[in-house]
């Protein structure tokens, strides 16, 4: 129900977008999010979205950087990642929370996309 794409390998200072695109039960959903989970590390909250009005969270160590966006017609949301740092290297997972609060908190996130690598060399 989220088919999450976009990730792949590159050198720091470079650029990837990620896209998720949401079907079925994940159209009732508030918030859509990226986390990314480095190996051997916890799963980190990255940067969220409000389907309805749009508004942002983003994590400290990204926001400048990263950029979320969301597409509705299409039901798509966008992760556009610049001046990558190897310590963006990680699986990005995207997930929709139906909840009204708390976007940055994966334990409110329902839906769960399969992941995509990000390798970001130095």
């Known amino acids: 129900q989220l088919q999450a794409c976009g990730g792949g390998l590159v050198q720091a200072g470079g650029s990837l977008r990620l896209s998720c695109t949401a079907s079925?039960?994940?159209?009732?959903?508030?918030?859509m999010g990226w986390f990314r989970q480095a190996p051997g590390k916890e799963r980190e909250f990255v940067a969220a979205i409000s389907w309805s009005t749009g508004g942002t969270y983003y994590a400290n160590s990204v926001r400048g950087r990263f950029t979320i966006s969301r597409d509705n017609a299409k039901n798509t949301v966008y992760l556009q990642m610049n001046s990558l740092k190897p310590e963006d290297t990680g699986v990005y997972y995207c997930?929709?929370?139906?909840?009204?609060?708390?976007?940055?908190?994966?334990?409110?996130?329902?839906?769960w996309g399969q992941g995509t690598l990000v390798t970001v060399s130095s």
């Open positions: 997930a929709a929370s139906i909840r009204v609060d708390l976007p940055r908190d994966f334990r409110t996130y329902k839906y």
């Open positions: 079925g039960s994940t159209f009732s959903s508030n918030y």
